[in-house]
């Protein structure tokens, strides 16, 4: 029989999803596993879930799904809880297990460019993304502080006073900054969540400082993995930062994924090659 997994959201064309989970059945040896993209919109998801035979073992879910799934779950995990949001769905005998893997896709990614227990951070956007952003500086046993930049201030507020129902606590105070800084802040790690294009204005910034030792010591996070380098992360590797493409948190998200669905180890290596294959990365790039 046929185990079939896949990953639904609207629009669901240019998901990389596929791309990288045929590649960890193919490099773990599963043949007998299948995965597939599907257009589901956010009324179609309790339908389209309940259509689903036994062969289906797991669903990857991106926007706009991730909160409309609370509604089809029959057990959330304290982590998804906590971001708020869900993007994997998994079949066990109690029904479907809902769970968070985009946290731990930040956590491994910035692991792997040698950020552990980091002193401060900077979160730019203030959205879904953000906050699993700060669930994992949390687990990355962040120091000091975290600081918010974002356009919209009351969205950032609305995060930072969302935090306690969360049982976020880093032990510091979280400040509430601009959509930019006039200088760029001294912090280990800066994790920009916004979409491609949207962190111009900071481009523009750190282009005009006569500073670039400042960017020496830390590591950026731009989880855009499209049309790389951005230009975001173009402009911080120029004034000399440590700079991790999207790309890297998308296949330890999915490498997780993987795991839960199929219970094997995944092949990480092989689904980050045939990510780089499908964008045309390069591991320096």
Wanted: with cysteine.
């Amino acid at each position: 029989m046929t185990l079939h997994a896949g990953v639904l959201g609207s629009p669901i064309r240019h998901s990389l999803s596929p791309t990288l989970h045929r590649a960890g059945y193919a490099a773990a040896g599963l043949p007998d596993w299948a995965y597939t993209a599907h257009e589901v919109d956010e009324g179609g998801l309790a339908p389209f879930v309940a259509g689903l035979d036994a062969s289906w073992r797991g669903l990857s879910l991106t926007m706009p799904l991730k909160v409309a799934a609370f509604d089809v779950a029959d057990e959330v995990s304290a982590l998804a809880r906590a971001a708020g949001a869900i993007n994997t769905l998994v079949r066990t005998q109690a029904g479907w297990s809902a769970h968070n893997t985009d946290v731990h896709g930040i956590v491994a990614a910035l692991r792997d460019a040698g950020v552990h227990q980091p002193r401060s951070a900077t979160v730019i956007g203030a959205g879904a993304t953000a906050r699993s952003a700060l669930l994992a500086l949390r687990e990355l046993g962040l120091g000091e502080g975290v600081s918010i930049a974002a356009r919209d201030e009351t969205k950032a507020q609305a995060l930072i006073d969302s935090m306690p129902d969360l049982g976020f606590d880093l032990g510091v105070t979280i400040d509430l900054a601009g959509w930019w800084f006039e200088e760029w802040p001294p912090v280990d790690v800066v994790i920009s969540t916004v979409p491609a294009g949207a962190a111009n204005e900071a481009v523009a910034g750190m282009l005009g400082r006569p500073a670039p030792e400042l960017m020496r010591c830390v590591t950026l996070l731009d989880v855009v993995y499209a049309d790389w380098p951005t230009p975001l992360a173009r402009a911080a590797a120029a004034h000399g930062a440590t700079v991790v493409s999207g790309l890297e948190m998308l296949v330890h998200q999915a490498a997780r994924q993987f795991e839960l669905f199929t219970g094997a180890t995944a092949p990480v290596e092989a689904m980050q090659a045939a990510g780089r294959e499908a964008l045309g990365h390069t591991p320096d790039a």
